[in-house]
């Protein structure tokens, strides 16, 4: 049951054989997995899939695994897509969705990608695997690589996150943390690979990440009665999950399982780091490196990617835009879904919140538009405001004023 033809580097379009091991193309840039979408079309219908587990492994037909026996599951449920009528309401837009991609394995959507690559990977015969991370993809590499018997080096630069680095510690990686900012650690990578053959598994470094976060694009077309939204906003770092749903799109409607109308892209980037906004302003086709970019949103600290282009053509192509949000935006953002709503998003989440916000009092969305927020991770993750209110149980309380 499967319907990969081939391998094609995403910017020149030449054509690899699939079933072996690949990095970049020889242009230096990111694979895509092609697939058989006429003999897919006769295989499988839409419907047969809603007789399947609620995972991602259902849609495994547009996924690039050879054998079933290869799958690597820590039980990839489909993430659930929450109303947040209060804070639509407040804001005076359309209906407003958030696509909660926390509750996947090691709480991120990182989950998605890492557990095709490996089961990849696995398949490929890879013993193992490395990458750089600000922290959530590291988590969700280090678990599914202990699942598969593959061992996991993970750097971390120095800003990132310290629960994700014991995570990714608890679950088995060899985590490091290295002084420098992510961009810088490439060649660590590098000289692993070459010392200790370890497989690359740096965003967009090899063709399999993306085919598991486009697992998000089919999912959200399968719960919106494969209507797709207005619009999606996207916190964008490497970009894999943006480029993913592009893909998924285009090949859904090659398909025949949606029709041509498709969402505004939207990608989001903190102000302070932000390649992609600077460049669809500019109208460049690639993003030049942020110099420096620190911002306080760990999974946006990501000043240049391989993606660039890609990320870029989805925007335009879908009459979509970037949009840069402050910093000290996203804590009221988060603060005010939570209370509103009772969802808790993670910190780039809450980005995505702002820049819905901003993009509607600008009128680059409409007020009638139906949107989709994704919150990528868990908000367990990361800091909360502590508590500091203390009740004496010894002394009267003036209980109207609690
Ligand atoms: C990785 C990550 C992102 C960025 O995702 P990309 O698809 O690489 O752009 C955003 N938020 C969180 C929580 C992440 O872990």
């Not at 005076?92 to 991609?101: I, P, R, S």
């Not at 892209?265 to 690639?286: D, H, K, L, N, W």
């Not at 804590?331 to 809450?350: T, V």
């Amino acid at each position: 049951m499967n319907f990969v033809s081939h391998l094609e580097c995403s910017l020149t379009g030449a054509r690899y054989p699939a079933g072996r091991l690949m990095g970049l193309s020889e242009a230096g840039k990111p694979l895509l997995v092609r697939y058989d979408l006429d003999r897919l079309r006769r295989a499988v219908s839409k419907e047969a899939l809603l007789r399947r587990a609620p995972e991602m492994w259902r849609y495994r037909e547009l996924l690039p695994m050879r054998d079933a026996a290869s799958i690597v599951s820590l039980g990839e449920m489909m993430t659930p897509l929450i109303a947040a009528p209060a804070t639509a309401r407040r804001l005076g837009g359309g209906e407003l969705l958030v696509k909660d991609e926390g509750r996947l394995p090691t709480g991120s959507f990182k989950a998605r990608g890492l557990a095709v690559a490996v089961s990849m990977a696995k398949e490929l015969g890879v013993t193992r695997m490395a990458m750089p991370t600000a922290g959530n993809a590291g988590a969700a590499l280090a678990a599914y690589c202990t699942r598969a018997g593959i061992e996991s080096y993970v750097f971390c630069p120095e800003d990132a996150p310290d629960i994700t680095v014991s995570e990714i510690a608890l679950l088995g990686g060899r985590a490091w943390r290295v002084n420098g900012i992510i961009t810088e650690l490439a060649p660590i990578l590098d000289g692993g690979t070459a010392a200790l053959h370890w497989f690359n598994a740096s965003t967009l470094k090899e063709p399999y990440r993306v085919e598991g976060k486009k697992t998000m694009g089919i999912e959200l077309a399968e719960q919106l009665g494969w209507e797709l939204p207005d619009a999606i906003f996207y916190p964008t770092g490497g970009g894999t999950g943006l480029i993913g749903m592009w893909k998924a799109f285009a090949e859904l409607e090659a398909l025949g399982w949606i029709g041509g109308k498709r969402p505004r892209m939207v990608a989001v980037q903190s102000a302070t780091c932000a390649p992609i906004v600077r460049a669809f302003e500019e109208g460049t086709e690639f993003a030049a490196p942020v110099e420096g970019g620190h911002t306080s949103v760990p999974g946006l600290r990501v000043p240049a990617t391989l993606g660039d282009f890609l990320i870029l053509r989805a925007l335009r192509e879908s009459g979509g835009f970037a949009i840069a949000v402050d910093d000290d935006e996203v804590e009221p953002a988060r603060a005010a879904l939570a209370q509103s709503d009772g969802i808790h998003l993670c910190p780039e989440g809450a980005a995505t919140l702002a820049a819905y916000q901003k993009a509607l009092a600008e009128g680059r969305i409409g007020r009638g538009d139906r949107v989709v927020l994704f919150n990528c991770a868990t908000g367990l993750k990361y800091p909360m405001p502590p508590v500091t209110r203390r009740l004496d149980r010894h002394q009267p309380i003036d209980y109207t004023a609690l």
